[in-house]
């Protein structure tokens, strides 16, 4: 009986280990099959990243060794279902390991818009009392309830429409270089005085260049995380960023005209308007244009109406935020894009980064295609020269340095000017005060949100500008 029973076991032992490497072998030859049967995509959706393509066989590049390292970066970017795989591989993550009150630690790297200085390692003011602060959950004293859009239910419910995000009530949690409210990511600030007087004696310089035949305008733009931060923890987590932004302006040359676009998004954000994104560095075209309105009383200009505009939307969108963190929430709680088509007749061109070289550009990118690329409608991402010509009759135009925050602001800026002539500042091929005075320019506005104004590789590119 004895014998029959280890003969079992035995068979059984036997028939699964026959059964594990039939599974290992035919997966293998179904996912090789595969591999070579499905088209490749060359782009990942959910990594917002291009893949690798098959390296070219050379003697040179066999013989370093760099053919095979990029034949395995090539299969391993590009076998069967990766996207559906990656995703649930970051889901079965979050399930994994321990996390302190539920505190997962995650960076904004990511984002190509912003370099998060190493050295940074603690934020500044006393450490969060995480245990302290799990205990105050959103409640109501008996008898009473709280607002409806400070109830957790009508947060997730209504993205769009967060009023006071920075109540007492609400709860927040730092990640890394972020800081997580619900369904919302903040970037913090740190702020860097130092590298802000950069950016000032830049514009300072600048104008000094280019004399008293050209006006000059200074918008720095606050981001989300200067409104969005709930109260119990400003002074604990990074910097309020209006101390920078008064900083700058109080040190500009007089000549040089700074716009308060703080107060007018301030008083708009306050009201409920949604103008930045909850998955996405960036701010909304509605956040752009409470920043063109304030821009065009400075400018002497009537700001266009924004029902004269004609609104489309995206109507779901993930962005830099969620490609840092797959965090399930802002997964679930898709952004939207609205952007506004100006009315009036218009052309861009594009110049590429050599300077030599154009192309007939868009406006507004309808085209863009994929969950992740819904600010590509504006412009269609950063072109280091767009000049765009009207029909307007102005006698105006003028020169925007920006980075990609102002490629939401510029297509309102179109309908005030005769031409507008649009310059990354990471990629701009020529030398800016021969630029202004070959093309005649009178008017040019330095449009950077308040990251860029503190961080030095902006400053660098800044810098750079006035050395082509």
């Not at 309105?293 to 489309?312: I, M, P, Q, Y």
């Not at 797959?326 to 110049?351: M, S």
């Not at 030599?356 to 969950?371: D, F, W």
């Not at 179109?414 to 005060?433: E, G, K, L, W």
Request: aromatic share 14%; with cysteine.
């Amino acid at each position: 009986m004895k014998n029959n029973k280890n003969n079992k076991a035995v068979v059984l032992r036997m028939v699964f280990q026959f059964l594990t490497v039939f599974i290992f072998f035919g997966s293998s030859v179904i996912m090789g099959i595969l591999f070579f049967a499905l088209p490749k995509t060359g782009y990942s959706e959910i990594e917002k990243r291009k893949l690798t393509e098959f390296p070219k066989l050379t003697f040179t590049e066999l013989a370093n060794g760099n053919f095979t390292d990029n034949l395995t970066k090539y299969v391993s970017d590009n076998f069967a279902f990766r996207d559906i795989l990656v995703d649930l591989g970051f889901k079965l993550q979050d399930k994994r390991g321990i996390r302190l009150d539920g505190v997962k630690i995650y960076s904004s790297e990511n984002s190509n818009e912003y370099i998060i200085e190493e050295n940074i390692t603690t934020i500044d003011g006393p450490f969060l009392e995480i245990n302290a602060l799990r205990a105050q959950t959103p409640s109501a004293k008996p008898g009473e309830s709280l607002p409806l859009h400070l109830t957790i239910d009508s947060i997730v419910k209504n993205a769009d429409l967060y009023k006071n995000l920075d109540a007492e009530d609400i709860m927040g949690e730092q990640r890394g270089a972020l800081f997580m409210v619900k369904n919302t990511a903040l970037e913090i600030f740190y702020g860097n005085s130092a590298v802000a007087m950069d950016y000032c004696n830049f514009i300072n310089t600048f104008k000094q260049a280019v004399g008293d035949d050209v006006t000059v305008y200074d918008l720095v733009i606050p981001t989300h995380f200067e409104f969005g931060l709930p109260k119990k923890y400003k002074n604990q987590v990074g910097r309020a960023q209006k101390p920078f932004i008064d900083e700058i302006y109080q040190n500009l040359n007089p000549s040089v005209l700074s716009v308060d676009a703080y107060s007018n998004i301030q008083k708009h954000y306050n009201a409920g308007e949604y103008l930045y994104f909850n998955s996405d560095h960036h701010w909304t075209s509605l956040g752009a244009y409470r920043a063109y309105t304030a821009f065009s009383k400075v400018a002497d200009f009537k700001a266009t109406a924004l029902n004269s505009f004609e609104k489309k939307t995206i109507e779901e969108f993930l962005g830099t935020f969620y490609t840092s963190t797959y965090d399930k929430n802002l997964k679930e709680n898709p952004d939207r894009v609205d952007y506004y088509i100006p009315p009036c007749n218009y052309k861009v061109l594009n110049y590429t980064s050599s300077g030599t070289g154009t192309y007939e550009g868009t406006l507004l990118y309808e085209a863009v295609s994929g969950i992740s690329s819904g600010y590509l409608v504006f412009m269609g991402g950063d072109i280091p020269l767009s000049v765009i010509t009207t029909d307007n009759n102005t006698g105006r135009s003028i020169l925007v340095f920006k980075e990609s925050y102002g490629n939401a602001f510029v297509p309102f800026l179109v309908s005030n000017y005769d031409t507008v002539y649009v310059a990354d500042i990471r990629t701009f091929p020529f030398n800016a005060i021969s630029f202004v005075e070959q093309n005649d320019i009178k008017e040019v506005l330095f449009l950077n949100n308040i990251m860029t104004s503190c961080t030095p590789p902006r400053i660098q590119n800044y810098i750079n500008l006035l050395q082509k």
